[in-house]
């Protein structure tokens, strides 16, 4: 059983179009990150929450952090060719300060 | 800085030869993860260090596999005897550990090939 389960696990769409991706646990965090694998490359922090119903905005990327501290989402406005990629959400588990990942979303948006 | 540089970027063996993969760290980073990433299992933590000492090898999936982090400028990770199963890409990642919500930086990765 996966300590973070990511939905859906794959989504394409249509530049322009808007969505939302989920980040799903049984678990409490202190807090969560969000963040997005190219390919080819590593993945790169987006963002970190750490409070129950905050929310944080990147642009285009709309951030939730659940009340209960167990899960997030991700929403992105008008979807671009330039999001494709793989989002990946992460806890820092057990505070041992190992990072630990969800199998991600893979999104592809078309032009 | 460079970030975190992983060498070789792409590695093709034969099954049963030894493999190292190398990493050198954000240099002031006191924290050093490997990870292995399969479209099966997603990115799992192998192993992390913490100035230069291995905290956490649970992830290591067996006997095969070692790392070693003799410096904080450097670690590799080995796998002895190589099977087709290990292939994979492998990514190294730092971070400024101790503390909590810290950004871990990853390398470009290897992807590692056993035929």
């Known amino acids: 059983t996966q300590l973070l389960e990511q939905s859906p696990q794959f989504l394409s769409i249509q530049e322009g179009e808007n969505l939302t991706v989920y980040c799903n646990s049984s ?42 501290r167990k899960d997030s989402s991700l929403h992105i406005t008008a979807a671009q060719p330039g999001d494709t990629g793989l989002y990946l959400c992460a806890v820092d588990n057990t505070g041992g300060f190992k990072t630990i990942f969800g199998a991600g979303t893979r999104l592809f948006v078309k032009a | 800085d460079a970030g975190v540089i992983q060498s070789p970027r792409h590695e093709v ?46 992830g290591m999936p067996e006997d095969r596999f070692s790392a070693k982090m003799p410096n904080a400028s450097f670690s590799t990770l080995k796998i002895q005897p190589s099977e087709p199963r290990d292939s994979a890409v492998y990514f190294c990642a730092s971070s400024l550990g101790g503390r909590r919500n810290t950004e871990a930086f990853f390398g470009q990765g290897t992807r590692l090939t056993v035929v």
């Open chain 1, 27 to 68: 678990s409490v965090f202190s807090s969560l990150q969000w963040y997005r694998q190219e390919p080819g490359e590593g993945p790169v922090l987006l963002v970190t929450v750490v409070t129950g119903g905050e929310v944080k905005k990147l642009k285009r990327l709309t951030f939730q952090f659940g009340d209960a």
């Open chain 2, 13 to 58: 063996t034969e099954m049963g030869q030894e493999v190292t993969l190398r990493c050198k760290p954000i240099s002031g980073h006191n924290s050093l993860f490997w990870y292995r990433q399969t479209m099966m299992r997603g990115l799992e933590l192998l192993i992390y260090f913490n100035n230069n000492v291995p905290i956490d090898d649970s």
